[in-house]
Nanobody, 121 residues
Framework: VQLQASGGGLVQPGGSLRLSCAAS????????NGWFRQAPGKEREWVSC????????IYSDSVKGRFTFSRDNAKNTMFLQMTSLRPDDTATYYC???????????????WGKGTQVTVSS
């Protein structure tokens, strides 16, 4: 079982990035799918989560309207499209999946290693 996140990098404020997270050993579509981030010196926070209970995707207030979650079931890969990036979006981003179908870190069973996103001019 593995989650492999990629797509991070350095981007200027106002720019865009798309993060990818490829799953192996299990089916993403059967699990809740989440994106989290952790900035230096700060606690990990959730960014976006798709729940299998209601099929809805939720976003934290800090990214709502700027970030979009999606998934390609054929490729067993989830994505996080990030637009209008700001310096306070700088963090290591982690993808996760949970068999319970719940959102939130406590509901996640599998975690990717993280990909760094730096927003700076």
């Amino acid at each position: 079982v593995q989650l492999q996140a990629s797509g991070g990098g350095l981007v200027q404020p106002g720019g865009s990035l798309r993060l990818s997270c490829a799953a192996s050993g299990f089916t993403l579509n059967d699990h809740s799918n989440g994106w989290f981030r952790q900035a230096p010196g700060k606690e990990r926070e959730w960014v976006s989560c798709y729940s299998t209970f209601d099929g809805l995707t939720i976003y934290s207030d800090s990214v709502k309207g700027r970030f979009t979650f999606s998934r390609d079931n054929a490729k067993n890969t989830m994505f996080l499209q990030m637009t209008s990036l700001r310096p306070d979006d700088t963090a290591t981003y982690y993808c996760a999946a949970g068999a319970t179908g719940l959102c939130g870190a406590e509901g996640m069973d599998y975690w990717g290693k993280g990909t760094q996103v730096t927003v700076s001019s």
